[in-house]
């Protein structure tokens, strides 16, 4: 059983370079998500997804795009990476109903220089 | 938006118990939710509440109170393993979760 799969695990970038963070689920979970995860600040939520097709901006999107073309796949794109852009990148999904809990992937972890 | 507030860190003995608690500003209450995160590794659901009360689950219970927009976590029978962050998180009408920053819970034997 997958779940949620990101890749890459783990990413030195130089500043100014274009990056795209993976992120596909096996669950046919309808929401996605993106959350960044900072010392001292917790999770906090980037882009979300409620379904295939349409796209919402979290608390910190800025310099970030996603798309959601279908179910499974929720790219995450830095256009020109920037230092303060260093962190642990969590995807996420939840399925519509019950209690609606996220299943989040293993993160990303990128440095930026 | 959120505003959710937990303790940065607790210490407890291993067999004891520990609360941990939450206090949270929404401007649309849809849910309250606890994670579990070890070092390194990505969080997992613990519970859920969303009416007023206790909901148990074996050695962790968690409280809601809309009312006074306060949670709590408690945990049972603390074990070396149930050192972890717990975080609480919030969900709002449109279904997206704010979390808090995480309260870093060490079980000394």
Known sequence: IAGITQAPTSQILAAGRRMTLRCTQDMRHNAMYWYRQDLGLGLRLIHYSNTAGTTGKGEVPDGYSVSRANTDDFPLTLASAVPSQTSVYFCASSASGDTGELFFGEGSRLTVL | ?109
Not at chain 2, 24 to 31: D, E, V
Not at chain 2, 62 to 73: C, D, E, I, Q, V
Request: hydrophobic share 35%; charged share 20%.
């Open chain 2, 1 to 109: 938006g959120q505003n959710i507030d937990q303790p940065t860190e607790m210490t407890a003995t291993e067999g004891a118990i520990v609360q941990i608690n939450c206090t949270y500003q929404t401007s649309g209450f849809n849910g309250l939710f606890w994670y579990q995160q070890h070092a390194g590794e990505a969080p997992t659901f613990l519970s859920y509440n969303v009416l007023d009360g206790l909901e148990e689950k074996g050695r962790f219970s968690s409280f809601l109170s809309r009312s006074k927009g306060y949670s709590y976590l408690l945990l049972k029978e603390l074990q070396m393993k149930d050192s972890a962050s717990y975080l609480c998180a919030v969900r709002d009408k449109d279904y997206k979760l704010s979390f808090g920053a995480g309260t870093t819970v060490t079980v000394r034997a």
